[in-house]
Every structure is written in C-alpha cells, then in structure tokens.
Antibody, heavy 114, light 111 residues
Framework: QEQLQESGPGLVEPSGTLSLTCGVS??????WSWVRQPPGKGLEWIGE???????NYNPSLRRRLTISADRAKGHFSLRLISVTAADTAVYYC??????????WGQGILVTVSS | QSALTQPPSASGSPGQSVTISCSGT?????????VSWYQHHPGKAPKLMIY???KRPSGVPDRFSGSKSGNTASLTVSGLQAEDEAHYYC???????????FGTGTKVTVL
C-alpha cells in the first residue's frame, strides 16, 4: 500500500517559484507524477519522474518546470518558476504505474498572490 | 493537446444506470488502450475506478464498467448509489509528446 503526502508553501508570490515535495512510502517500480486542479476546473497532468530519474513534462509547462527525486530521502519534488495566478491550484502527487495513477496524495492548495 | 471532452453533468435515481462519455482523437483515446477513469470527491484524493479501458482495480465494485469505441470512451455506473455522487474524470495516454491528457470532468448527481 503506497502512501503519498504533499508538502510545501500554500502561498507563492507572482513571478516567484512554486516548490512542492511529495513523501513516498513503500517500495515500488513506478513513475511519480504531479497533477493539478485549478479552482473550479478539471485535472491537468503536470509531469512525471521515473525511478531512474527520467522525466516527462507537459509541453505547456516544460520551460518553467523541473521535477526531481531524492530516493535516499524517499521523496520527489516539483519546481515551477515564474508563476502567475493561473498556477493557483490544488497540486496532487500520484504514483503512475502502467499508464494509470493508482495512489494519490490528498492534495495541497497553492495560491499565487501578493 | 486539448482536454478530452466529457459532459459537464449526468444524473440518475438510486438503482438506475448512468453513462459518461469521454471524447478524444486518434492521437489519444482512439490510438491507445490506456484510458482510465477517476472518481473525485471534493477535498479528497482522486480514486482510480477503471484502467486500460475496461479493467477494474481490486476493491472497485463491478457496478463500474468501461468501454471504448473509436475515439470515445465511456464509463457506466449501474445500480447507482448515493456514494457514487462525485466528479468523474477520464484520462488517456497521448503518446511521447503530450504523454497524458485528462477529460473536462463530469459531475454525477444521484437524485
């Protein structure tokens, strides 16, 4: 049973950097993803990282996005630069396995505002 | 890559069935058998209900079923129960450029 938990600041200033971490428990051979949901809108896939460090990003976010992992510490991270109000959302981390996400965190609301 | 198209809402009385469509293109839904469906109650983590178009994870009731025809996938909930009231999102693999795309979401109401 995989358990995931997002952590990070709930408020980021415009043009600043959004940084989140997802703690992971359990052993698995998977891809680890970030998904977000802006207020009143649907889900959007952000990107993923594999156990070997390979990454795939949503093309619409690629130039601002970095996903990394620290296996020793048991977590993976999201870094999104130059944020605007459009980046305000609930951010979820999830385990990707064979083209589906079977375990999800509870989500963390990040608001971009001054 | 555009979001997959779902109806904004669907409803049914307890015991009835409801079917939600998920329309894409030959580059996503029609091109791969990697459609999954997620149930999302507000404030909670999304839950995987269907994967690989038709498969159900362990623990998901067999009232939930999935199918696909061409570029459109569908989720059917039979024998609606009050706890089925939630938002439902489809997702599809979309190849090595766009990777994954979600649907616009459908709010299911149990009348």
């Amino acid at each position: 049973q995989e358990q995931l938990q997002e952590s990070g600041p709930g408020l980021v200033e415009p043009s600043g950097t959004l940084s989140l971490t997802c703690g992971v428990s359990g052993d698995s051979v998977s891809w680890w993803s970030w998904v977000r949901q802006p207020p009143g809108k649907g889900l959007e896939w952000i990107g993923e990282i594999s156990q070997t460090g390979s990454t795939n990003y949503n093309p619409s976010l690629r130039r601002r996005l970095t996903i990394s992992a620290d296996r020793a510490k048991g977590h993976f991270s999201l870094r999104l630069i130059s944020v605007t109000a459009a980046d305000t959302a609930v951010y979820y981390c999830a385990r990707g396995f064979s083209k589906k996400w079977d375990y999800w965190g509870q989500g963390i609301l990040v608001t971009v505002s001054s | 890559q555009s979001a997959l198209t779902q109806p904004p809402s669907a409803s049914g009385s307890p015991g009835q069935s409801v079917t939600i469509s998920c329309s894409g293109t030959s580059s996503d839904v029609g091109g791969y058998n990697y459609v999954s469906w997620y149930q999302h109650h507000p404030g909670k983590a999304p839950k995987l209900m269907i994967y690989d178009v038709t498969k159900r994870p362990s623990g998901v009731p067999d009232r939930f079923s999935g199918s696909k025809s061409g570029n459109t996938a569908s989720l059917t909930v039979s024998g609606l129960q009050a706890e089925d009231e939630a938002h439902y999102y489809c997702s599809s693999y979309a190849g090595k450029t766009y990777h994954y795309v979600f649907g616009t979401g459908t709010k299911v109401t149990v009348l």
